[in-house]
Nanobody
Framework: QVQLVESGGGLVQPGGSLRLSCAASGSIGSINVMAWYRQTPGKQREMVASITSGGSTNYADSVKGRFTISRDNAKNTVCLQMNSLKPEDTAVYYC?????????WGQGTQVTVSS
């Protein structure tokens, strides 16, 4: 069982930046994938960015060039640096851990982009 705790959400103006962090604890395997998803009311949860334990990354087209995912394997943390934020980035952001066949979700953190 892996527990995930997110932090760093909040209210930011369009064009601003936020940094989300996720701390993982528990039975963390050395080979895994961590990711950030987001969800708005009435819509399916969508993948924003993912990173393997080897450092390979993948981004949704909507955030490429603006968001950067990174991880610290020694500290079991994953971060999402979000720049040039847009109102359409407003959502609850969830941290996700995958080590087949196990997966875990964080509780979510609200990001609101508004003037």
């Amino acid at each position: 069982q892996v527990q995930l705790v997110e932090s760093g959400g909040g209210l930011v103006q369009p064009g601003g930046s936020l940094r989300l962090s996720c701390a993982a604890s528990g039975s963390i395997g050395s080979i895994n994938v961590m990711a950030w998803y987001r969800q708005t009311p009435g819509k399916q949860r969508e993948m924003v960015a993912s990173i393997t334990s080897g450092g390979s990354t993948n981004y949704a087209d909507s955030v490429k060039g603006r968001f950067t995912i990174s991880r610290d394997n020694a500290k079991n943390t994953v971060c999402l640096q979000m720049n040039s934020l847009k109102p359409e980035d407003t959502a609850v952001y969830y941290c996700y851990y995958l080590r087949q066949p196990y997966h875990s979700w964080g509780q979510g953190t609200q990001v609101t982009v508004s003037s």
